[in-house]
DNA sequence: TTGAAAGCGGTACCAC
DNA sequence: GTGGTACCGCTTTCAA
């Protein structure tokens, strides 16, 4: 900049003048130095801008687990549209499950000075990193709260979701209904896995209710599959827990030859052409990523205030796979 | 830091030191100021700190079409990957298929003083703002190659891909094969094409070949699917050119009830599970992602030199969608 | 082992 | 309209 004021025999400060599109510059000036500007291929300084006017540099940060998730590169997409509307870019960076790496990410945002901090935070206990960025910036916990911190949570409505998927099995007459969540060490599972529960039982449905969390992988998933299928009560219908596990599931549905009722959490691409086509609890992971960004901007421009929850809505979207099917004999019997 | 300094009746510099880590310091003092530290809250400053020492601030920048796409979700994480394990941050951004919103981008990331910059560019032709950063930064063009940028490439092996997908075709005795691409104004649909024309006419198959790019609408796609498959010498296998393509692909097959052999370039969630499972020419875009990273560090480190290209090779897996499918007539004899 | 002072590239504030 | 100058928070350099 002192180099372009130079060459032009103008001060620094009206270079600046025009770099910055400020009034107060004659047209001719405005044009020559902009010339040179282009000429030495002047690049403006962000950091040292920052420093002085002390605002924050116009990025949010934004921590999940796992980036390659399609669910975590919705939400983020999400967000990134949100943010560069706002003129802001969106630094993204994978937890990998790790408290540890969460918290070194957290400071490394919070040390370039993000404008606010979008995190789907591992643990359902604030650690001090966490409690420290709610002193400098808004944070928004995505997907998941974190309890007794001063910041703000998007959700997804898992009780209200999980409800209608329950709803749907119970309408078309599956009875006996068991749950596949994922990673115990997950807020959601748990919420889902709750929410499961109370659905079977407020709508009445008969034992035995299955019911369980991971980790897992594709074979001890198979395996309990066929376990609850088979007996004197075999179960007739399944809700999954999110995307991983209806993946897994269908894998295993496939593999061990089981006609199971399903609904799962979370849409999927192919969702439609897999078959039978996938009934799913479809939360919109890019309009939860935009509501995240919003918030953190009207948190900004509006001051501290009471930490709130939004709660987005679930859809149910029916394709099929969650109707009754016969057992094999019956249907054998049936078609010949 | 000089709150710091103060209020432990120590220089600013002293701080500084024990804030890099540095040494000199008295392990008394060091301890003091670093409660302080903790006390006070204190947050080290990364813009002012590179202002003065003048380096980059320790990010890499990316720029895809879209961040919900799994292929460049994906490309992502194998570069967030790579680029923390050097204790970078990485900033994505969608360009959203606009030169435009490219070059804003670009400039937007220069002026944060990325380290390096890596890009799936629109166009085949340098940008003004995409030569200006290779005057700055290093530069790796992912997925695609602009011609004439001094800058790295990181490319998918399009051609010997294509050529196992056509080979494994031709094995199973399909004679008349048919590509489709995505968009024509995408440069991988381009190379992919005439990759797909190099090796049917190389293994000497019969015409007429039909190979067809972009835009598409899952109609527009079904109706020429349905198009190729009529007539007295109907195409028998399908080679699709990218993920998006393969999976508006299998919804025309289901929807219009098309049995045709498949071979689809890019693999996907779920290629084991749809009906028959779907062979696929698999790229490893976390792979690619994390060569690409490398390659930023490695130009780093060594300095200017020749551009270079990587092509990252491909690999067939075969699934059973590319078997020879008997015209119906002749199934439905055999059957019964 | 410690500190003083200059300066990185801009912006704020006020004088001309 | 334009320029001078202090200063943002930190690192560098050199002196104590």
Redesign the pocket.
């Known amino acids: 900049?002192?180099d372009v004021?130079a060459r032009c025999?103008?001060?620094?400060?009206?270079v600046?003048?025009v770099?910055?599109g400020e009034?107060?510059?004659?047209t001719?000036?405005?044009l020559r130095i902009q010339q040179m500007i282009v000429e030495l291929g002047?690049?403006?300084?962000e950091g040292?801008?920052l420093?002085?006017?002390?605002g924050r540099s116009e990025t949010v940060g934004l921590i999940v687990e796992d980036l390659a998730n399609p669910f975590y590169s919705q939400l983020a997409a999400g967000i990134e549209r949100e943010v560069r509307l706002r003129q802001h870019l969106l630094v993204s960076a994978s937890s990998e499950r790790s408290s540890e790496d969460e918290s070194q990410l957290i400071e490394a945002l919070l040390a370039r000075r993000v404008t606010g901090l979008i995190i789907v935070p591992i643990g359902a206990e604030p650690t001090d990193a966490l409690r420290a960025a709610c002193l400098e910036v808004p944070v928004v916990c995505l997907d998941r709260p974190v309890s007794g911190l001063d910041a703000d949570a998007v959700l997804s409505d898992n009780q209200g979701g999980m409800r209608s998927a329950v709803e749907h099995l119970a309408a078309h007459r599956h009875e006996r209904l068991a749950f596949l969540g994922d990673d115990a060490s997950i807020w959601t599972a748990q919420r889902r896995a709750a929410a499961f529960r109370e659905a079977v039982a407020s709508l009445g449905l008969p034992g035995p209710i299955h019911c369980e969390l991971g980790p897992w992988t594709d074979s001890s998933l198979a395996d309990r599959l066929v376990g609850w299928t088979r007996g004197r009560l075999p179960v007739t219908a399944l809700v999954t827990g999110n995307n991983r596990v209806t993946l897994s599931a269908l894998r295993a549905m496939q593999d061990r030859d089981l006609d199971l009722g399903l609904v799962g959490y979370d849409d999927f691409d192919l969702s439609d052409v897999v078959s039978p086509p996938v009934t799913v609890v479809h939360q919109d992971p890019v309009g939860l990523g935009e509501r995240a960004a919003q918030q953190v901007f009207s948190r900004l421009s509006s001051g501290r205030a009471t930490p709130m929850t939004v709660v987005v809505p679930t859809r149910l979207v029916v394709r099929g796979s969650g109707r009754l099917i016969a057992p094999k004999g019956l249907r054998a019997q049936a078609t010949h």
């Open positions: 900049m002192a004021g025999g103008v001060s620094i400060k009206t600046s003048r770099v910055n009034a107060g510059v004659s001719k000036t405005a002047f690049q403006r300084h040292a801008s420093l002085r006017s002390s």
